[in-house]
RNA sequence: GCCCCCAUCGUCUAGCGGCCUAGGACUCCACCCUUUCAAGGUGGCAGCACGGGUUCGAAUCCCGUUGGGGGUGCCA
C-alpha cells in the first residue's frame, strides 16, 4: 500500500482526523492534493491525524480510503503514498517538544486553563500573558509546555492569498504539550510534515490563523516551512462553513443518493476554481484528466463556495445521460431489487438514462415492468381520471387493444405499436401525445414515464394485452358512476 | 473584544485599466421540437455592496464604510 517513494517532486499531503464520516470539504482539498501531486509528478501523502479521540480506526480509516477510491484517488495510484498513522509518530512529536524546551524556545507553565483565564480577566486582556516565561520551571505533571513566540511579525507566503503578515505580539505563547505530557495538534502536525518531507501543505482555510504559529515551529525545529496554500471553506445557504451537525456533508451520503463520483468530482472542482475554455464550451463538465492538468493554485478564487445541491444534480443528470448503458446498468444494479430481471431491465435502460436525476430513482420509474405476468400495477387514480375524460378514450382503448392483440410476435416492436396507434388515432383527429395517455396510464399505472412504445416492446405482447384488458373494464367502470 | 481573510446575477464564477451597453454555468420563465416526462434548440429575468480618491478612462488600482466568513482551546 505504501506507494514509491523514489518520485523527487513535490510533497503533497491530505492529513484527514477520522472523526467519522468523510466531509465534502475534505475531499475537495483531497482532489486539490492530488491533482497538484500528479501533474507535478509529486507524492499525495495520507496522513490519518488519529491523535486522541477515536483511537480504534481501523474502520474509519478503510472508510476514508474507500471515500479517497471512489472519488478516484486510488491507493494503487504510483503517487499515493500512505496511510501514515499520527499516532505512531508520538515519540518524535514528544522529542521534538524536548529539543525545543533544551533550546530554550520553549517553557513550562503550571497555570491551568482557569487560572489563565481568570489572569486574562484581572489584566484586562485576552488569552495567556506568559506569566511562566520566565519562570524556569522544570517538567513535571499537571505543567504545560509553550512555545516562546518571539517578537517581530511572521510572514505567511501562501499560494492562494499571497503575503499574509501577522503581528507576532497578537500571537499568545500557544501550548506544545499538554498536562499529560501529550503533544497538540499544531507540534504533531508540524513534526509529521517535517519527518514527511512534506514540501506542500494545502488545506482549509480555516487553518490560516494557525500557519503563523506552525511556520514559527518549522523554523525553530530547523527547516524551511512548506509551500502554504489555503483554500476559501465550503458553506451553506446561511453562508456558514459545513458543519457535521446542521448540514449534509458526508460523500458516502451523496453516493448512497445516487450521486455519481465523476458528477461530484468535477462538481466540487467548479468551486473556487474555474476550468480554463469553459466558456467557450459553453458548459463546465469536463473529464478530470483534463482537470487534473489544468488546475492551478493561483487560480482559486479567495472566497467561500456555497455547496450548492441543486448545482450538483444537474451535474449529475448530465453525467448519468453520458454514461455507457453497461456501466448504467452496473452502477444501479445495486438499487435494483434482487428478483429483477437484468437483462430486461438492460433493455429499458438506455431509455430511462436521459431521465434520472439520481441513481437511485431508476427502479421507481421502470417497475411497472417487473411486477410478473398477470400482477396490475397501482394505477394513479388522478392520472386515470384525467386519462379517460375525453370522450374518444375509451373507444381508442378499445380499438388499440384490438389492434395490439392481433399483431403477430414478429410485430411486436416499438415502431410497430407506434405506427398502429398513428393509424388509428387519425380518426379521432388527435396527436401522439393525447393518444398514448390512457394506455400508458393502463400498463404502467401513471401518466410520466419512459417512452411508452419502447416500453411495450419490453414488456410483451401478452402482459399489455392483458393490462389494456384489464383497462377497459376499469374505463366501463369510470362511465358507470360518471 | 482582538487577529486574519473576503466582497461581480439567487448560486458557482469569467473579468487582472479601455475589447464590458459585464461573459458563461446552475436555477427560474417563455417559445420551438416532441411519444408523457425528460433531453435538445432559441430567447428572457437577474449582478459589479456603498462612499471617496487616482486616471483622459475603473468591475478592475488606493483609502474608508458597511457587510460576510474564519480563528481566537491543555479540539483537530
Known amino acids: 500500500m505504501h506507494g514509491a517513494m523514489s518520485s523527487s517532486g513535490p510533497r503533497f499531503r491530505f492529513a484527514p482526523s477520522p472523526t467519522g ?17 500528479r501533474q507535478m ?17 481501523p474502520e474509519w480509516t478503510q472508510g476514508i480510503i474507500d471515500a479517497l477510491a471512489w472519488i478516484g484517488i486510488s491507493a494503487d495510484d504510483e ?8 499516532s505512531a509518530n508520538a515519540d518524535a512529536h514528544v522529542a521534538a517538544a524536548q529539543r525545543l524546551f533544551e533550546a530554550g524556545v520553549a517553557y513550562y507553565c503550571d497555570l491551568s486553563g482557569q487560572e489563565v483565564q481568570d489572569r486574562a480577566k484581572e489584566l484586562g486582556i485576552t488569552g495567556y500573558d506568559g506569566y511562566s516565561r520566565d519562570r524556569g520551571l522544570d517538567p513535571a505533571p499537571g505543567r504545560v509546555l509553550r512555545f516562546r513566540v518571539p517578537d517581530g511579525t511572521t510572514i505567511v507566503h501562501d499560494e ?91 460523500l458516502e451520503q451523496y453516493r448512497d443518493d445516487g450521486i455519481v463520483a465523476d458528477a461530484m468530482v468535477n462538481y466540487l472542482m467548479t468551486l473556487g476554481w474555474t476550468m480554463p475554455g469553459g466558456e467557450e464550451a459553453g ?48 452502477a444501479v444494479d445495486a438499487d435494483l431489487p434482487p428478483d429483477w430481471d437484468r437483462a430486461r431491465f ?80 387519425v380518426a379521432h383527429e388527435i396527436k401522439l401525445g393525447k393518444a398514448q395517455a390512457l394506455p400508458r396510464v393502463a400498463v404502467t399505472g401513471r401518466s410520466v414515464g419512459p417512452p411508452l412504445f419502447e ?23 369510470s362511465a358507470a358512476t360518471d
Not at 41 to 57: P, S
Not at 79 to 84: C, I, L, N, Y
Not at 455 to 477: F, N, S, W
Open 21 to 37: 464520516m468523510f466531509h465534502v470539504g475534505g475531499a475537495r482539498s483531497a482532489l486539490h492534493n492530488w491533482a497538484l501531486a
Open 41 to 57: 509528478g509529486g507524492a499525495f501523502v495520507l496522513r490519518i491525524e488519529d491523535t486522541d479521540e477515536a483511537r480504534n480506526n
Open 79 to 86: 503517487h499515493f503514498e500512505g496511510p501514515h498513522f499520527q
Open 160 to 250: 492562494v492569498r499571497g503575503e499574509v503578515t501577522f503581528d507576532n505580539s497578537t500571537i499568545e505563547d500557544f501550548v506544545l504539550l499538554r498536562g499529560n505530557g501529550t503533544p497538540v495538534f499544531l507540534l504533531a502536525n508540524v513534526v509529521d510534515d517535517i519527518e514527511m518531507s512534506i514540501t506542500n501543505v494545502v488545506r482549509g482555510e480555516e487553518h490560516l490563523p494557525n500557519t503563523p504559529k506552525q511556520q514559527m515551529l518549522w523554523q525553530a525545529l530547523g527547516h524551511e516551512p512548506p509551500q502554504w496554500a489555503h483554500i476559501p471553506v465550503l458553506v451553506n445557504e446561511q453562508r456558514k462553513k459545513l458543519s457535521k451537525r446542521r448540514d449534509k456533508v458526508a
Open 283 to 330: 458548459s463546465e463538465i469536463f473529464p478530470w484528466s483534463e482537470m487534473e492538468a489544468a488546475f492551478s493554485l493561483s487560480a482559486v478564487s479567495l472566497s467561500p463556495a456555497f455547496f450548492d445541491v441543486k448545482k450538483l444534480v444537474a451535474f449529475n443528470k448530465q453525467y448519468i445521460k453520458n454514461m455507457t448503458v453497461a456501466d448504467f446498468v452496473e
Open 346 to 425: 438492460t433493455e429499458i435502460a438506455p431509455h430511462i438514462m436521459e431521465r434520472l436525476e439520481r441513481l437511485g430513482d431508476a427502479p421507481g420509474v421502470v417497475d411497472f415492468l417487473f411486477l410478473g405476468d398477470g400482477v396490475d400495477p397501482e394505477i394513479d387514480a388522478d392520472a386515470w381520471a384525467k386519462a379517460v375524460k375525453p370522450e374518444w378514450a375509451t373507444t381508442l382503448l378499445g380499438e388499440i387493444t384490438e389492434a395490439y392483440d392481433a399483431l403477430g410476435a414478429d410485430e411486436w416492436t416499438h415502431e410497430t405499436l407506434k405506427a398502429t396507434m398513428e393509424t388509428l388515432m
Open 455 to 477: 416500453a411495450l416492446e419490453v414488456l410483451g405482447q401478452a402482459e399489455t394485452v392483458r393490462r389494456l384488458r384489464v383497462g377497459m373494464t376499469r374505463a366501463a367502470r
